[in-house]
């Protein structure tokens, strides 16, 4: 089993910055697969960020240039660096992880990505709030 707690999140002005944090603890070294997703209050839960397991972030454009996901494994945790912040950003944000999966007629190994229902392991989620 893996455990994760998100942190970092608050209440910041528009154009304001934060970094959220998500510790894991469990069989950590096999969920290589990662991923932020947010939900606001009557919207559906998107993906923001994504990181395969090689390393390779991925973003939704609507946080282009502006979130920048990373891990560092000697601590288990998983970042999310948030600048340029909008009314628009405000949600309840998540970190996800898995196990990335063989695909034999690609011969690659695959993360869910932006799949949210193909992650087993979710946090709690923080709550961020962006005000104009």
């Known amino acids: 089993q893996v455990q994760l707690v998100e942190s970092g999140g608050g209440s910041v002005q528009a154009g304001g910055s934060l970094r959220l944090s998500c510790v894991a603890s469990g069989y950590t070294s096999e969920t290589r697969c990662m991923a932020w997703f947010r939900q606001a209050p009557g919207k559906e839960r998107e993906g923001v960020a994504t990181m395969d397991s090689d390393g390779t972030p991925n973003y939704a454009d609507s946080v282009k240039g502006r979130f920048t996901i990373s891990v560092d494994f000697a601590k288990d945790t998983l970042y999310l660096q948030m600048s340029s912040l909008k009314p628009e950003d405000t949600a309840m944000y998540y970190c996800?992880?898995?196990?990335?999966?063989?695909?034999?007629?690609?011969?690659?190994?695959?993360?869910?990505?932006?799949?949210?229902?193909?992650?087993?392991?979710r946090g709690q989620g923080t709550q961020v709030t962006v005000s104009s």
């Open positions: 996800t992880a898995e196990r990335p999966t063989f695909t034999l007629y690609a011969g690659t190994w695959r993360c869910p990505r932006w799949e949210w229902r193909l992650y087993n392991y």
